[in-house]
């Protein structure tokens, strides 16, 4: 693997240059647990400001920025801007993880978050069609933007600052905090917009009060401000600075490049990883939010009720599939997954189309636990994939050519397979689908923590890849 020939960053310019002193292990605990509540409430809140988006697409933006369009075209019309964000994410992800692997995890999170928070709360100040005329979508479609791009740096970054930060035995359940913002996002944004609409009434809620889940954002502020001023970067990536030995890795000049030239089939079987969990969960959060409401007659608020269970059961799944995961391996935890979510998929829609929401939140519920197999492992699987002076690159790069092609297009090809069919058979095709390219995928790839690894005290996941890269 070809590497810069200059030193890297900030390091002496010579070989074995001293290193600053270790912290002691209670300031390292204390730092690192201040690390993991910063990382799951900004992960959190990171992605109730995305998902609260796909929400709005769903039950509110149709009627406020597509007034003049019929009821199915609005909400295509809706999705397509929902679609936007994740055309962004891969450009967040591709910047991010370029300076990411040069100048430091850390910054590259605070930016993200930043980004985040002002175009999530722009999103609240957009007037409507009625206001402005074609001039609001537009305004709304750039904001999305924005938010796609600042998602995208967000993950690669907090993924490896957490855990590249963790004990070697403990990655992927110290991943686990920041994929837990996921359900946990979801589970926010639908409970804020429930609780809204509720208080500002129906009529109050579609005129103004739809707004108020975007401002809400504002409360990411004070979680940036402390990962900027009490975070420190990965030992990893300050490793990877202080290195100058040829032996060793160094920051590479172009990470992005070096990731596609060696690691291209690594990151798209990576991405095909994600097919399935990222195609199940959107439709849960926003799919069939308008599928039931439009199709079967369902109560909006009884749906997002139901989804919000699905999420808190995400919740509890997820650090306890990691924590398997650590014991256990990462690849049959997420065969298992996409292998459940194939079986359970026709017995999903058969329990939604009942229109019951009781059975629907069974539905959404044994999916999540699927899905969350599927998810659980992969901040730490993704980064152990690739080593670590391009580790952010690829990383996020494969996090995001999943989310370009399967996560942002799920709602719209799920109404668009509807409409033309009349049923949901297509849908469950599509969904059995990405459960087979999940399942091949992780076939494909190596296990990063093997037997052998696991039962070393010192051994590192990820080393059986890159021993010689890796190896400390």
């Not at 204390?30 to 959190?44: A, D, E, W």
């Not at 108020?212 to 990893?236: G, H, M, N, R």
């Not at 997420?334 to 329990?351: D, E, K, S, T």
Request: proline share 6%; aromatic share 10%.
């Amino acid at each position: 693997m070809s590497v810069s020939s200059s030193p890297a960053r900030g390091s002496s310019a010579q070989a074995g240059a001293a290193r600053p002193p270790a912290a002691s292990p209670e300031s390292a605990l204390k730092r690192h647990r201040g690390l993991l509540v910063s990382g799951i409430i900004g992960s959190s809140i990171e992605w109730y400001d995305f998902f609260l988006y796909g929400t709005a697409a769903a039950l509110i933006f149709p009627h406020v920025f597509f007034p003049e369009s019929s009821a199915l075209t609005g909400t295509l019309l809706s999705f397509s801007t929902f679609w936007a964000g994740f055309i962004a994410r891969p450009i967040g992800g591709i910047i991010a993880g370029h300076y990411g692997d040069k100048i430091g995890r850390k910054p590259m999170v605070v930016i993200s978050l930043l980004g985040m928070a002002v175009s999530t709360f722009a999103i609240g100040c957009l007037p409507g069609a009625h206001t402005v005329g074609a001039i609001a979508p537009v305004l709304l479609v750039l904001c999305r933007f924005i938010q796609g791009i600042a998602c995208g740096g967000q993950w690669g970054g907090l993924a490896l600052l957490m855990t590249e930060s963790a004990g070697p035995k403990h990655r992927a359940f110290a991943g686990s905090f920041m994929q837990t913002g996921v359900p946990a996002g979801a589970l926010l944004g639908n409970l804020i917009f429930v609780g809204t609409s509720v208080l500002a009434g129906e009529e109050a809620f579609a005129a103004w009060a739809w707004r108020v889940p975007f401002w809400f954002t504002a409360v990411l502020l004070p979680v940036v401000l402390y990962i900027q001023l009490k975070v420190e970067d990965s030992p990893e990536f300050k490793q990877l600075e202080a290195e100058v030995s040829d032996e060793l890795p160094k920051v590479v000049q172009a990470p992005l490049v070096e990731a596609v030239r060696s690691h291209w089939k690594t990151i798209l079987l990576a991405a095909g990883v994600l097919a399935s969990t990222n195609c199940i969960f959107y439709i849960s959060i926003s799919g069939i939010l308008s599928y039931g409401s439009t199709h079967l007659g369902m109560k909006r608020d009884e749906m997002m009720i139901a989804t919000m269970a699905s999420c808190a059961v995400g919740i509890l799944t997820t650090f306890l599939w990691a924590k398997i995961a650590d014991a256990y391996g990462r690849r049959p935890i997420i065969i298992i997954g996409g292998v459940g979510i194939a079986l359970w998929v026709p017995f999903y829609f058969m329990l939604v189309n009942t229109g019951s929401v009781l059975l629907l939140g069974v539905a959404v519920c044994v999916s999540s636990v699927f899905q969350c197999m599927v998810y659980a492992p992969l901040a730490a699987y993704f980064g152990e994939l690739f080593p670590p002076n391009i580790r952010f690159s690829g990383a996020s790069l494969a996090y995001q050519l999943a989310a370009i092609t399967i996560s942002g297009g799920t709602p719209f090809l799920m109404t668009w397979l509807i409409a033309t069919t009349g049923g949901t058979n297509g849908v469950v095709g599509m969904v059995i689908v990405t459960a087979v390219i999940t399942v091949g995928c992780t076939l494909a790839l190596k296990e990063t923590n093997p037997r052998a690894i696991r039962e070393d005290p010192h051994a590192v996941p990820g080393t059986n890849l890159y021993p010689d890269v890796l190896a400390r």
